[in-house]
């Protein structure tokens, strides 16, 4: 009994220390978080998000005075710099394309000629580095979602023959959009959906061309969000730069491509229809058009802004948080008040100030982590996530051996939140960890309602996730705290209908509640701090598309 007792005691003891130990760990957690500010995150917002940055469009002045700013800011703040010479700017060498295409594009159908004009019913462009690129007399095909899926059974160019004389006219999205199961995710997006891929898989099917169907469920945004943001691209401009490019690239708006369909004698729902069939075959439309483009080309760098906090011990090991710090500029179809400045204040001046004041957070600790905690503000994200497809091949710490990646990517300024809405939801375990840290602060953690307009491949998490990382991409915004779920879900679909991608994307000095903001440099503090302080590591779930058994 002697002996039961004193080990009752040993283990009461070890209890209570335990408890003081952990007691003290999150009391330092929370005393490191307290030095986040609203007032910072303001101060950020407010700068980064001013007509002074002009939109911050990479290789303006705008953009020069952004990107001074995160670095002042993270010199601040304490972080160590990427580079020798003592600079946070990693450059990433890139080409500027500027495309002309035809202002009217002339397709002969069977029942006549139609006229497509530039804009309003067709916009093209290439990435083929060429002065000119010329399409002349294609034989227009019908190719479904343009995709080929063997884990799905699914080839849209099953049996095509000499394709580098045919331009495949393809939907908009997969075949489950609209659908419930797991054919294609149902209604949630494939990387097949993304119209970066129909590009990409065009190049390697030889093809002269493909245009894309818009609608604006199937793209996540409005015809003016694909007109406005073409005839400029970018790419990398690296030395070993060979990749073969689809000649013609383009959209087609849904009433052009109706009048295209009708024209050749189908039913634009119908052939939706028969394009979600796994055994869909390609066939002609029995059309021809073709198209001239000319291109100008600008050589330029334009800096990642990187900085960081090191592990101990010299680790490799690394935990990134990312925020895209580029936008759009100036746009040549202002509003009804004259304002053509592209601010991006949710996109994505928030999102930067958030990974600000999260470092601050961190410095403000009052021991180095285990790992490093890597800040990486990259450029390029909204004309091809450049900036950090570039990271990832020339990483500050071996990409093999990132933990985790958190991104950040349009947040409101709408107050506080119930959820933590989770875009990508089911692809790694993650999710469980945001969801037993959500807990704490009187919140939950819900799918994305609208996987369906891909928002999950179109952010700078992805080029991590090809590679095998996985990563987090997640806010609150769909179950404001103050108003709920409608109003919420009425703010979201104006905002993609109104407020994205356009002069719009300002602040609003009477209604902007920074409040949310806070909540989430605080979750997501937690989040990367249950990794920079231990050694786990965060795994893919079998059934991603991203799956790679990496740490397991």
């Given at each position: ?275 979600k069939a796994p055994d869909f075959k390609p066939f002609s439309l029995n059309a021809k058009t073709g198209l001239s483009m000319t291109s ?27 925020a895209h710090w580029d936008h759009l500029g100036v746009t040549e179809s202002p509003t009804s008040d004259g304002d053509s400045i592209i ?210």
């Open positions: 009994m002697f002996i039961v007792g004193v080990m009752n005691r040993y283990i009461i003891s070890l209890l209570i220390v335990s408890v003081f130990v952990f007691q003290g760990c999150c009391s330092r957690t929370e005393r490191a978080k307290q030095a986040a500010t609203i007032e910072n995150l303001q101060k950020h917002v407010q700068y980064l998000s001013s007509d002074e940055c002009m939109g911050r469009q990479p290789f303006t002045a705008g953009a020069d005075r952004a990107v001074g700013y995160l670095e002042e800011q993270m010199r601040e703040i304490g972080l160590e710099p990427v580079c020798a010479d003592g600079s946070f700017l990693q450059q990433v060498p890139l080409v500027m394309f500027r495309t002309e295409a035809q202002p009217t594009m002339e397709i002969n159908t069977g029942s006549g000629p139609i006229v497509l004009h530039k804009g309003e019913d067709y916009v093209a462009f290439t990435q083929s580095r060429k002065e000119t690129v010329e399409v002349k007399d294609a034989e227009l095909i019908f190719a479904g979602y343009g995709l080929v899926a063997p884990e799905y059974g699914k080839d849209d160019y099953r049996g095509l023959e000499d394709p580098s004389d045919k331009i495949a006219v393809v939907i908009v999205n997969d075949p489950g959009l609209g659908t419930e199961g797991e054919y294609f995710c149902g209604d949630a997006m494939t990387y097949y959906g993304r119209w970066t891929y129909k590009f990409e898989e065009g190049a390697r099917q030889n093809l002269a061309g493909v245009l894309i169907v818009h609608d604006d469920r199937g793209a996540g945004y409005g015809w003016n969000v694909v007109a406005g943001g073409a005839g400029l691209e970018y790419g990398l401009d690296e030395q070993n730069e060979d990749k073969e490019k689809c000649p013609l690239q383009g959209w087609l708006s849904a009433p052009a491509a109706k009048k295209l369909f009708d024209a050749c004698g189908y039913d634009i729902d119908s052939l939706k229809t028969l394009a100008k080309f600008s050589y330029a760098q334009s800096p990642n802004v990187v900085g960081y906090i090191p592990g101990q011990d010299g680790t490799q090991e690394s935990i990134i948080c990312i601010n991006g204040a949710t996109d994505n001046a928030t999102a930067m100030a958030w990974l600000l004041e999260t470092a601050r957070a961190f410095k403000a600790m009052d021991s180095a982590p285990l790992r490093n905690i890597v800040f990486l503000c990259p450029t390029c994200e909204e004309e091809g996530m450049w900036g950090s497809e570039y990271y990832v091949s020339h990483p500050v710490f071996p990409v093999q051996k990132t933990v985790a990646v958190v991104n950040l990517d349009v947040v409101p300024l709408w107050g506080e939140n119930n959820d933590v809405t989770i875009t990508g939801y089911g692809h790694t375990d993650m999710d469980e960890r945001v969801a037993r840290i959500a807990k704490k602060y009187g919140r939950y953690v819900m799918p994305d309602p609208d996987a369906f307009n891909g928002m999950f491949y179109r952010s700078d998490h992805l080029p991590f996730m090809r590679r095998g990382v996985p990563a987090m991409f997640a806010k609150g915004w769909n179950d404001n705290r103050l108003h709920g779920k409608e109003w919420s879900f009425s703010k979201i679909k104006d905002y993609w209908a109104n407020t994205y991608h356009s002069p719009y994307d300002q602040l609003d000095p009477s209604n902007d509640d920074y409040a949310g903001l806070k909540q989430e440099v605080d979750l997501f503090f937690d989040l990367i701090c249950s990794y920079a302080y231990s050694d786990d590591y965060a795994h893919w779930k079998e059934g991603s598309e991203f799956y790679v058994p990496i740490h397991q």
